[in-house]
């Protein structure tokens, strides 16, 4: 099995400073078609997680543009350009390689 | 644009099985074009995948819990389903169901229900 695992496990950040994410896996996630399958995804509090970043390094649909992700095979980094206050909640990578998912175990961001 | 909305029971009893159905609006979840899952969250907890369902019917299951749980589909009610035998207290937990477009990659779960809390108790 794929273990993920995130660092730091808590950023505080302030507001309209840069943040970063990391987030690695135990073996390669790089594709043979080329993509890395690894997605980030934001839970703010008390609501459902959303989508920020797939296949490594895609904005999702309406994701603002200080968000990025970059990395690949097994070190993945996930980056807040400059950090608004909206952007609290606990951030997670997930996996999707070979059909089996893992989330990593969160990190969780406050202002 | 998908919106997915979960229902069950909110209290399950020990030993009995959890049984939940995701509805679906927006599209057709029988479409190539898209997968689903069913992940959950124990209260104060991170994020837990428990398997993923696609057009197919061809379904992946997290190992931890595969003997004990099923997904299928129901596309006459552009549905999806989960069942988990067996369940404990260990068992209880916010229960999201989520999509996304499967291309020839997967693009990320991008819809994602409100959530639903399982309580496994007596």
């Not at chain 2, 609006?25 to 907890?45: E, L, N, T």
């Not at chain 2, 260990?90 to 779960?109: E, H, M, N, Q």
């Amino acid at each position: 099995d794929i273990v993920m695992t995130q660092s730091p496990l808590s950023l505080p950040v302030t507001p309209g400073e840069p943040a970063s994410i990391s987030c690695r896996s135990s073996q390669s996630l790089l594709h043979s078609n080329g993509n890395d399958y690894l997605d980030w995804y934001l839970q703010k509090p008390g609501q459902s997680p959303q989508l920020l970043i797939y296949l490594g390094s895609n904005r999702a649909s309406g994701v603002p543009d200080r968000f990025s992700g970059s990395g690949s095979g097994t070190d993945f980094t996930l980056k807040i350009s400059r950090v608004e206050a909206e952007d609290v909640g606990v951030y997670y990578c997930m996996h999707s390689l070979r059909t089996l998912f893992t989330f990593g175990p969160g990190t969780r961001v406050d202002i | 644009q998908l919106q997915l909305q979960e229902s069950g029971p909110g209290l399950v009893k020990p030993s009995e099985t959890l049984s939940l159905t995701c509805t679906v609006s927006g599209a057709s979840i029988s479409s190539s074009s898209y997968y689903c899952a069913w992940i959950r969250q124990p209260p104060g907890k991170g994020l837990e995948w428990i398997g993923t369902i696609y057009y197919s019917g061809s379904t992946y299951y997290n190992p931890s819990l595969k003997s004990r749980v099923t997904i299928s589909l129901e596309t006459s009610k552009n549905q999806f389903s989960l069942k988990l035998n067996s369940v404990t207290a260990a068992d209880t937990a916010v229960y999201y169901c989520a999509s996304g477009i499967a291309a020839a990659a997967l693009l990320g779960l991008d819809f994602w229900g409100q959530g639903t809390l399982v309580t496994v108790s007596s």
